[in-house]
């Protein structure tokens, strides 16, 4: 059974800094796509950044392009989020998600099958 389990939210000051992670366990045999969401209150869960683990290729959402950083450990199916110049509206619950690589051309939240429980990043002004 997949397990997905984030962690390293927190509450930060506008312009500053945070790293979130995800450890994956349970994949069986082929490539695994892992994304972050993220929901605020009162809005639609929305796409952040998605890779495919042990590929180098990285997509972003504009919102956060320039600002959040994906990166991975493939050996240990370990997912990370750099999050920097944070904003008071980047302010959300943060999801890991992961489904098979054949479909990680989307961030529609439905496409994924495997979700963590979530991380709560707060940014003030």
């Known amino acids: 059974q997949v397990q997905l389990v984030e962690s390293g939210g927190g509450s930060v000051q506008d312009g500053g800094w945070l790293r979130l992670s995800c450890r994956a366990s349970?994949?069986?045999?082929?490539?695994?796509?892992m994304a972050w969401f993220r929901q605020a209150i009162g809005k639609e869960r929305e796409g952040v950044a998605r890779l495919v683990l042990g590929l180098p290729t990285k997509t972003y959402a504009d919102s956060v392009k320039g600002r959040f950083i994906i990166t991975q450990e493939s050996d240990r199916n370990t997912l990370w989020l750099h999050m920097h110049s944070l904003r008071p509206d980047d302010s959300a619950m943060y999801y890991c998600?992961?489904?098979?690589?054949?479909?990680?051309?989307?961030?529609?939240?439905?496409?994924?099958?495997?979700w963590g429980q979530g991380t709560e990043v707060t940014v003030s002004s």
């Open positions: 349970g994949f069986t045999g082929g490539r695994y796509c």
């Open positions: 998600a992961a489904v098979r690589a054949e479909v990680c051309d989307t961030f529609v939240p439905a496409a994924y099958q495997f």
